[in-house]
């Protein structure tokens, strides 16, 4: 299994940027897909994840309403849109396989991680 994320960049406040997160070497359509970020200096924490199936997304507090998360299956790739981008939005978004087609919180529980992608967000 393989994730490969994409679209991190620098951006000015109140921009907006779209990461993606392609899959392989897994049946892709069958599992929950998860962003997280790390900020600079801290740990990685849960943001948003969407069902197997794409019809169910949760947000973290912070960036709901803001950011939207989709998937397309027939591409296997997961899609971040990331608008209004904020100071504190800055880190690295990482994606993560879901043990299953459900939304887990928990990061302990993700097996297959990408590499990571950069955002920073400055004036």
């Known amino acids: 299994a393989h994730l490969v994320e994409s679209g991190g960049a620098l951006v000015q406040p109140g921009g907006s940027l779209r990461l993606s997160c392609v899959g392989s070497?897994?049946?892709?359509?069958?599992?929950?897909i998860t962003w997280f970020r790390q900020p600079p200096g801290q740990g990685v924490k849960w943001l948003t994840g969407?069902?197997?199936?794409?019809?169910?997304?949760l947000y973290e507090r912070q960036v709901e309403g803001r950011f939207t998360t989709s998937r397309d299956n027939t591409k296997n790739t997961v899609y971040l849109q990331m608008d209004n981008l904020k100071f504190e939005d800055t880190g690295t978004y990482f994606c993560?396989?879901?043990?299953?087609?459900?939304?887990?919180?928990?990061?302990?529980?993700?097996?297959?991680w990408g590499q990571g992608t950069q955002v920073t967000v400055s004036s």
């Open positions: 070497g897994f049946a892709f359509s069958d599992y929950a």
């Open positions: 969407i069902t197997a199936d794409g019809r169910n997304a």
């Open positions: 993560a396989r879901a043990p299953g087609r459900d939304i887990n919180v928990l990061k302990e529980k993700y097996d297959t």
